[in-house]
């Protein structure tokens, strides 16, 4: 075959979907192996295949994040360790923010396959790991002012040279993090999950011929560009500005905006952070590479969902600018353990609200990529092993309106591939018993579209434990949008035994609790879309009869009265 | 006893049974299968030979629908009703009342009754959305509304120990509730009951009490599975099944015994086997996927009748009126899954892995704001159906546009039996040419194209996205369209080799004659190996078959025909997610369990580990061995198709830009080693099958039509 030939549409549909269900299969396998309920039962991890030259090639659903981070990673990689060093065998392992992760607790392990002798393709498997080490159980220490102080660092060693894995790699991981012999099985299973990548993406390789694959791979990236291209077009031209907040940095209790513009011209974005607030002093810092496959993600959102998802659909952003020093991109040392959930989620947030303002038509109110995460440490009685647990029932966020439905009842934008916790396999792990897991009555934002109503769960304390809790979203909740009202806020309280009721702030850390006390969790609630008054009446009345609203929210925001 | 049974092999083992000495019906072996349009019928007799009606389905009444169709099956062998029903030995029924009630919501309102505290699960799906890329999709609303989601007060821990006692005057006040809401079937799923079912019990005694008539589904009953969102699912699905199937299979049962039945209601089951009637009644959501089952298990039996040759892969498409359903049949293996998502509802029974998509005959043809040309997804169903049917019909269907491109013969519809207006579908689609300002066979070739791509899609996602390269298989198409339209696109799949059995447009109603009977158990144990001893294991697996040799013995399966299939699902500790190892053959000791998990470990994922894994549940798949027809063989009698040339027609093929003067043949008299080159129309009493330019059809030595597509080569080097 002629280089130049386009490549048969079909073999370049049947290599692009080979390789993403190679991904998706991927999945199911570590989620299977893994001995973390992080992995297993509420699979937050993510799998991704990127060309020799770390381009993002092949993704399925896993969390978009973590997938933009793989590429911000390998290019980490190339630049540190270099192509020419890298061989078959080879398995990376690294979760640097300052090469390119998104936080210290996700450990990114990334094999480079080779075709009879050349590289052809990255592998990644990244894992949000129960501890990293640092000074808190699950690494997201609170109060760091340094990121020596959180999750150990691995910036791109090898810790599988040729086959063979490096002992002296291995030894200094599980003597820096809590619960070694549990996380060794994850590492066991991470690595499974990359051999039997590997195995999928020689097949296609063999089956099709290098030729043949190298051809589809330029045309699949080229196809989600093209079709990128054709949705930024029906964007009008112009610039468009937002800013939302973030909170509580765990040190200072403050709120800190991240603000910028984005300009749309024929095909092309461009996106500008200047105005943004300075960097903080503690962990909410968003990791320095973080901002780049965050604003990417905004498109990737807004966009036909149909498009392969690749990093031709990320062509289209002409340019990313963040001013160093700030939130958005700040200076080393500073701690980033909380990005994901704070910096970088209102970046997504706030980006995604200059697209509704550009077409509000087709766009929808905030949607928060900010969920709380309630993480316990201590030991379960029943078996007597050490245990850190994230309760990812954080997750259930009420869905922004859009502009012609409700928003989504409960469930989180960016961890798409995520679950919350079964309540029977929690307690079956966890001296931890759910009271309640349920909506919460007028916590959504109102409009003529409402959004989704956040959870509010509450948890009894079975065995003396100790928590942590982070969150934002609680002066500034999820905004609504062209006259709609804000989501409801996130806030959290602990209950004792004796019941002594305390509100607890967006960052907390080892709060002791003892058998009979409850802690309490109630998650944001979406922004409303349109004004509240035009809503059509019989909604109000489903709502009134379901239980979402109250008699006094029907009355006095929506004008209902019962006929 | 024979433990013995691999999963998804239960065809590629009957081949052995046809000899044995298993009941034997007494004349006929009757499969009857509801669709949304038809409903198709098969009559087998003892020397063999296949008989096929169908009506047209009635939806108000399925019944009736299924009536006449034995009445015409009794015709056909030569017999009247009356004479014919007495003979019958087997009848066996797939069903889409399960279905259809679910997608169309046409059960009544149910309640549901859950843990205090845990009212929200069907609504919160534990977050998942099923495309979470797009952030415009419509929520799917559950089917049990908020207001009629009842909370009541009792707790048990996990190991199954109760913390707080069910408070009985909450069961009475949601009684009461009930009651006012006019609310005639309950489901009731309890935290940890898979462990300890006594407080949903309790509860159902009281509703029983309460509410005299009510219908009651409980969770550990239905499926007793750990995860209480997804047996949730479960339960409340079985609970709004319950009276739609209830009502329907008694009175289709009163029907039948009127007409003289004595041969006992089998119903084909969403696995693929198939159980008593009476076993249904209470266990509805076990026929969710019963209408498409029989033609899955006849694909892969028919696909593997040839010994010699290697078990082909399979795609079996059915498409109907209504729906097109997809199933990939690698090794002709049928794909069964215990946790599956269907029409997005989480079910954890036994399930045959199929993928459905809304495109059929019935589809409708409209025209956008923006004059844009769309087909379905409304579908005319059979009632009003198409325009051509002049029952009432005003929208054009595709089977108006195949009438109208010139595929379909008016006048040989169902053999003749029943005749289409043509000219009506002409003026349906005449005014939405004037609309497009087309002529009138373009727009029917557009409705025609648009709903070959929509099918074509359906297959990209039910293959290349999971990984499949459909080139590596060979499409069974069946249904009474499907043949029309499926040659048009195979190619595009680079699919090569499609094969119609003679009997396409009621294969569905075949299979049903030819699976087994099928009871699927399953208990929690959650117990470590290292703790367990044999005997305790065995005990349990016992407790399961003891019942699966009560259910078989109520089916008249005889003792030497019932056999078990023993499976557990196991993990190691520390693992949240459990393997399902078949250890039928690994009983004599726990350790041979232990090392048949670890081999399978080994060999799926490269390592096991030191520990003694945990097993959660154990299952019992029940069997019953039911005789098989004979299909019989003939070799080829030349290429020559001559003798069963009927005509020439005009006919629209978009390849050749026009109306063609098209051979057409009479497919009856089309025998092995015929051939016939494309354009062409071969013509069945129910099916009809069109031939694409440069493609060819012969028929094989089952007498089954093969048509070979020309595919475009791969780009191998």
């Known amino acids: 075959m002629n280089e130049t030939v386009k490549p048969n549409p079909i073999t370049v549909e049947v290599i692009r979907n080979s390789l993403e269900s190679a991904v998706a299969e991927t999945g199911a396998t570590i989620s299977k192996l893994a001995h973390s309920m992080l992995f297993a039962e509420c699979k937050d991890f993510s799998i991704g295949i990127l060309t020799a030259d770390a381009e993002l090639l092949a993704l399925a659903q896993y969390i978009p994040a973590h997938q933009g981070g793989m590429k911000t990673n390998a290019d980490a990689i190339l630049r540190v360790i270099g192509k020419e060093n890298l061989f078959p065998g080879d398995v990376i392992m690294t979760n640097d923010p300052y090469l390119g992760g998104l936080h210290g607790q996700d450990l990114l392990l990334m094999k480079p396959l080779f075709f009879d002798g050349e590289l052809i393709a990255l592998a990644g498997c990244v894992a949000h790991r129960t501890d990293m080490g640092g000074m808190s159980p699950g690494s997201l220490c609170l109060g760091a002012t340094e990121i020596y102080q959180e999750a150990i660092r691995f910036p791109c060693v090898k810790l599988v040279n040729r086959g063979v894995v490096n002992d002296d790699i291995m030894r200094i991981y599980l003597a820096n993090i809590r619960m070694p012999q549990d996380q060794k099985a994850d590492t066991t299973a991470q690595l499974a999950s990359l051999d039997q990548c590997e195995r999928a993406v020689l097949a296609v390789v063999k089956k099709y011929g290098l030729k043949t694959y190298k051809a589809c791979v330029k045309e699949i990236l080229d196809i989600s560009e093209r079709r990128a291209r054709l949705e930024v077009e029906k964007i009008p031209d112009g610039t468009y500005s937002f800013c939302d907040y973030t909170e509580h940095d765990s040190v200072e209790d403050r709120d800190w905006a991240v603000r910028g513009t984005m300009t749309v011209s024929g095909s092309d974005i461009s996106v500008d952070f200047t105005g943004t607030d300075p960097q903080a002093l503690s962990l909410i810092n968003c990791a320095p590479y973080s901002h780049i496959p965050k604003t990417w993600q905004s498109l990737m959102y807004w966009a036909d969902p149909s498009i392969p998802k690749n990093q031709g659909l990320y062509r289209p952003f002409k340019s990313i600018t963040a001013p160093k020093g700030t939130i958005v991109n700040p200076n080393f040392p500073a701690p980033v353990g909380a990005s994901p959930t704070d910096t970088a989620g209102v970046i997504l947030d706030a980006v995604l609200t200059a697209f509704t303002k550009a077409c509000p038509e087709r766009g929808w109110a905030t949607w928060s990529n900010c969920n709380s995460t309630t993480t316990f440490y201590g030991t379960n009685p029943e078996t007597g092993k050490q245990i850190i647990y994230s309760a990812l029932d954080g997750l259930a966020i009420g869905g922004g309106a859009r502009a012609n439905a409700d928003g989504w009842p409960a469930s989180q934008v960016e961890a798409s591939s995520m679950m919350i916790p079964s309540i029977e396999v929690t307690e079956q792990n966890v001296p931890l018993r759910y009271v309640k897991r349920e909506f919460v009555t007028d916590n959504a934002g109102d409009g003529k579209f409402r959004g989704g109503t956040g959870v509010i769960v509450e948890y009894e304390v079975i065995a003396p434990m100790t928590f942590s809790y982070i969150s934002i979203r609680n002066r500034h909740p999820s905004p609504g949008a062209q006259g709609g009202t804000d989501g409801g806020p996130q806030w959290a309280k602990l209950v004792t035994a004796e019941g002594e009721e305390t509100a607890l702030p967006q960052k907390i850390t080892n709060v002791k609790v003892k058998p009979g006390d409850h802690i309490i969790v109630c998650n944001a609630g979406g922004g409303g879309f349109g004004d509240p008054k035009e809503r059509d009446p019989e909604l109000v009345r489903r709502d009134l009869e379901d239980g979402f609203i109250s008699k006094e929210k029907a009355e006095k925001v929506y004008n209902y009265r019962k006929d | ?717």
């Open chain 2, 1 to 717: 006893m024979n433990y013995r049974y691999q999963e998804s092999g239960a065809i590629s083992t009957l081949k052995e049974i046809v000899k044995g000495e298993s009941i034997l019906p007494r004349k006929f072996m009757i499969g009857i299968d509801v669709g949304g349009t038809f409903t198709d019928g098969v009559a087998v007799d003892e020397t063999g030979k296949v008989y096929i009606a169908k009506s047209s389905s009635t939806k108000g009444d399925p019944t009736i629908g299924v009536l006449n169709t034995l009445r015409k099956l009794a015709e056909q062998s030569g017999e009247r009703i009356e004479t014919f029903v007495p003979q019958v030995g087997r009848f066996v029924y797939g069903t889409t009342v399960a279905t259809n009630a679910l997608l169309e919501r046409q059960g009544r309102e149910i309640a549901l009754i859950t843990t205090k505290g845990f009212k929200d699960q069907l609504n919160l799906r534990r977050i998942r959305r099923d495309n979470g890329y797009d952030l415009r999709a419509a929520h799917p609303e559950p089917f049990v509304s908020r207001h009629h989601t009842y909370e009541v007060t009792e707790r048990v821990d996990f190991k199954g120990n109760v913390l707080m006692p069910l408070v009985e005057k909450d069961v009475m006040a949601t009684a009461r509730k009930i009651e006012q809401a006019g609310i005639a079937s309950v489901a009731v799923c309890l935290l940890f009951s898979f462990l300890n079912p006594e407080h949903e019990r309790k509860v159902r005694e009281i509703l029983y009490r309460e509410l005299p008539g009510i219908q009651v589904s409980i969770s550990s009953d239905v499926c007793p599975e750990i995860r209480e969102y997804e047996r949730t699912s479960t339960v409340a699905i079985n609970a709004y099944l319950t009276q739609t199937v209830q009502s329907h299979l008694e009175k289709l049962e009163k029907a039948l015994a009127d007409l003289g039945l004595t041969a006992k209601l089998q119903i084909m089951q969403s696995s693929g086997g198939v159980t008593a009637s009476k076993m249904i009644t209470d266990r509805p959501v076990n026929i969710f996927l019963s209408g498409p089952a029989g033609g899955v298990v006849a694909s892969s039996y028919i696909g593997a009748l040839d010994s010699k040759k290697e078990k082909p892969n399979i795609i079996a498409v059915d498409m109907g009126g209504t729906s097109f359903d997809m199933t990939l049949l690698t090794g002709c293996e049928i794909p069964l899954s215990v946790r599956s998502v269907i029409h997005g509802w989480d079910i954890i029974v036994p399930t045959i892995d199929i993928q459905t998509i809304g495109s059929g005959g019935g589809s409708i043809a409209w025209i956008d704001a923006g004059n844009g040309l769309h087909v379905g997804p409304q579908s005319a169903g059979s009632t009003p159906g198409p325009v051509s049917y002049m029952q009432g019909g005003e929208q054009p269907t595709v089977t108006d546009a195949d009438l109208v491109m010139g595929y379909i013969d008016p006048n040989y519809f169902l053999g003749g039996e029943m005749i289409l207006n043509k000219e009506k579908a002409e003026e349906a689609i005449e005014k939405l040419a004037d609309q497009l300002g087309l002529n009138m066979v373009e727009v029917a070739s557009g409705i025609y194209s648009i709903v070959n791509e929509c099918m074509l899609g359906g297959l990209r996602v039910a293959t290349l996205q999971r990984g499949h390269d459909p080139r590596d298989y060979t499409l069974f198409v069946f249904g009474g369209a499907a043949s029309i339209h499926v040659p048009d696109f195979a190619a595009e799949l680079g699919i090569h080799h499609i094969i119609i059995p003679r009997d396409a447009s009621v294969f569905s109603a075949e299979g049903l004659t030819i699976s087994e009977i099928r009871f699927d158990y399953t208990k929690n144990i959650s117990r470590n190996t290292a703790e367990l001893t044999i005997e305790e294991l065995m005990e349990h697996y016992q407790e399961l078959i003891a019942k699966g040799n009560q259910d078989l013995a109520e089916t008249d399966i005889p003792e030497e025909d019932r056999y078990y299939c023993l499976r557990a699902d196991m993990k190691y500790p520390g693992e949240f997610s459990e393997f399902i190892i078949d250890i039928s053959d690994c009983t004599h000791s726990i350790q041979e369990a232990v090392d048949c998990f670890a081999e399978y470990h080994k060999a799926q994922y490269g390592y096991a580990e030191d520990e003694m894994p945990d097993i959660v549940n154990i299952r019992v798949s029940a069997f019953g061995r039911m005789r098989k027809p004979k299909f019989a063989r003939m070799g080829s009698q030349g290429k020559d198709s001559g003798h069963a040339w009927k005509k020439t027609r005009n006919a629209y093929f978009h390849e050749l830009n026009g109306m063609i003067e098209t051979n057409v043949y009479d497919g009856t008299r089309m025998i092995s080693g015929n051939q016939v080159s494309g354009p062409a129309i071969i013509e069945l009493p129910t099916t009809t099958i069109v031939i694409r330019p440069e493609q060819f059809c012969f028929v094989d030595e089952y007498s089954n039509f093969n048509i070979i597509c020309n595919t475009e080569d791969r780009n191998d080097e």
